[in-house]
């Protein structure tokens, strides 16, 4: 299964954009479907996750209320919508399978190839 991560740019503070993950859901470890981010020199970190059977989302306090993680059974695609993005989230953005959930880097067996989105002032 691969996973291919797409829609990242660069944008202004405040803006908003989506990114998608295609190859989503196909197998039967792919319970949950997250997405990550890692800025230069930082560690990968949490961003948002969705149960690809029920719907349930969970966020990292820092998008709560900005980012909308979903998906979409029939293209097998889970997307993050994006909205007021600050210059702290710029960063490469991944999105990646899990069996059982969870919000570390560790959680998760299979990995896109990142998308970078940029923020500028």
């Known amino acids: 299964v691969q996973l291919q991560a797409s829609g990242g740019g660069l944008v202004q503070a405040g803006d908003s954009l989506r990114l998608s993950c295609a190859g989503a859901?196909?197998?039967?470890?792919?319970?949950?479907m997250g997405w990550f981010r890692q800025a230069p020199g930082k560690e990968r970190e949490f961003v948002a996750r969705?149960?690809?059977?029920?719907?349930?989302?969970y966020y990292a306090d820092s998008v709560k209320g900005r980012f909308t993680i979903s998906r979409d059974g029939a293209r097998n695609t889970v997307d993050l919508q994006m909205n007021s993005l600050k210059l702290e989230d710029t960063a490469l953005y991944y999105c990646?399978?899990?069996?059982?959930?969870?919000?570390?880097?560790?959680?998760?067996?299979?990995w896109g190839q990142g998308t970078q989105v940029t923020v500028s002032s």
């Open positions: 969705i149960a690809w059977r029920n719907g349930i989302r």
């Open positions: 859901g196909r197998t039967t470890r792919s319970n949950f």
């Open positions: 990646a399978e899990s069996a059982w959930g969870g919000t570390e880097v560790a959680d998760y067996h299979t």
